[in-house]
């Protein structure tokens, strides 16, 4: 049904009157509802159209015929912008929720028996996916060669955004993370240690008190970075007196940067135990850790869309994150202090 941009910029229209009451025979096509959630998530016909390689009027009519079938106006267009209207809010969810039931049963025939198959895309944190994707990746096409992961290495608050969005399966990332509309499963605790310059008073320290933090420079990632929160909520625990990193212009977007800093002399750092193989086996660094009881540790796990039906699929891959964590610690420790 053809639609008269400028009707839309002259007053708001209540959707329910817009064209009518609507088919009650009506059931919409999960063509028409991919279309209408990749409308409303892009806010851009010509963006969402390219996303579902289909043409623009084709992507006007099939949101028009949704409309019409549903006698709701979901999409608000103007010469400008795209807008949800507040019936196209509240129906969102379910038309996520549905497209995502009709990809899992898809995804279960052509697995024939393999719950994980077809294409998922998940979402990491910087500081988890360089250190755990290589012995994961692996071991997914060895457990489920018909599985298609596709990798969004992202911060928590972008996955977490994505999550929503329905542009993301699912997300590996610190926990908890407060956030609502997701289900979050913890997978394993994970100790920080500290990184500093060989020549540095702690160094090669094997019981560290969390007050040890006091007398540490500590760089830090940039803002964003859910590492950073962490150190700088344990350094509130610790009564460090000032923030690490307040008054520093240093801007570090990954632990790499950080630690090659550290080798330069410009400070020290904490990683998590799974980053201390890949970052820390440099000349001119030295490991510390902290004592037994200390609480200066991380929870990884993957969180997923609480309206998502595939948990108990998304909980033989976190098995999977768990084993790729164990490697990566295994080979951390054997560089810690004894």
């Known amino acids: 049904m053809a639609q008269n941009p400028e009707r839309f910029n002259e007053k708001p229209m209540e959707p329910c009157k817009l064209i009518g009451m609507g088919n009650r025979e009506y059931k919409p096509t999960l063509a028409q509802l991919r279309t209408f959630v990749t409308v409303a998530e892009q806010k851009h016909f010509v963006s969402a159209a390219n996303m579902l390689g289909i043409s623009q009027p ?13 006698g709701i106006q979901l999409i608000e267009r ?35 028996g393999d719950a994980l198959s077809g294409p998922l895309t998940i979402g990491v944190i910087p500081t988890v996916a360089p250190y755990l994707l290589p012995a994961l990746l692996t071991r997914l096409h060895d457990a489920y ?4 992961p596709r990798i969004v290495e992202n911060q928590t608050e972008h996955l977490l955004q994505q999550l929503r969005d329905g542009t993301l399966d699912l997300a590996i990332m610190a926990t908890p993370t407060l956030a609502t509309g997701v289900t979050e499963l913890p997978l394993y605790d994970e100790e920080f240690v500290a990184v500093v310059p060989a020549e540095h008073p702690l160094a090669g320290a094997s019981a560290l008190p969390l007050e040890a933090l006091r007398e ?15 150190i700088v909520e344990l350094c509130t625990l610790a009564e460090v007196r000032r923030t690490p990193g307040a008054q520093s212009v240093t801007r570090a977007a990954s632990l790499t940067t950080i630690v090659q800093l550290v080798v330069a002399g410009l400070g020290t750092t904490l990683v998590p135990l799974s980053a201390v193989a890949a970052e820390c086996a440099r000349p001119g660094l030295a490991v510390a850790t902290f004592a037994d009881g200390v609480d200066a540790k991380r929870t990884v796990g993957l969180v997923m869309r609480a309206s998502s039906r595939r948990r108990s699929e998304y909980e033989q891959l976190g098995e999977l994150v768990a084993e790729a964590y164990r490697d990566a610690a295994e080979s951390g420790a054997a560089l810690l202090p004894r």
């Open 78 to 112: 103007s010469t400008r912008r795209v807008i949800v209207t507040p019936a196209g809010e509240e129906l969102l969810p379910y038309a996520k929720a549905t497209l995502e039931a009709a990809d899992a049963f898809s995804a279960h025939a052509r697995g024939t």
């Open 145 to 148: 060669p018909q599985l298609e």
């Open 216 to 230: 540490m420079e500590l760089l830090l990632l940039d803002d964003g970075h859910c590492l950073r929160d962490q």
């Open 58 to 70: 084709s992507a006007s009519q099939a949101l028009a015929a949704l409309e019409t079938g549903l």
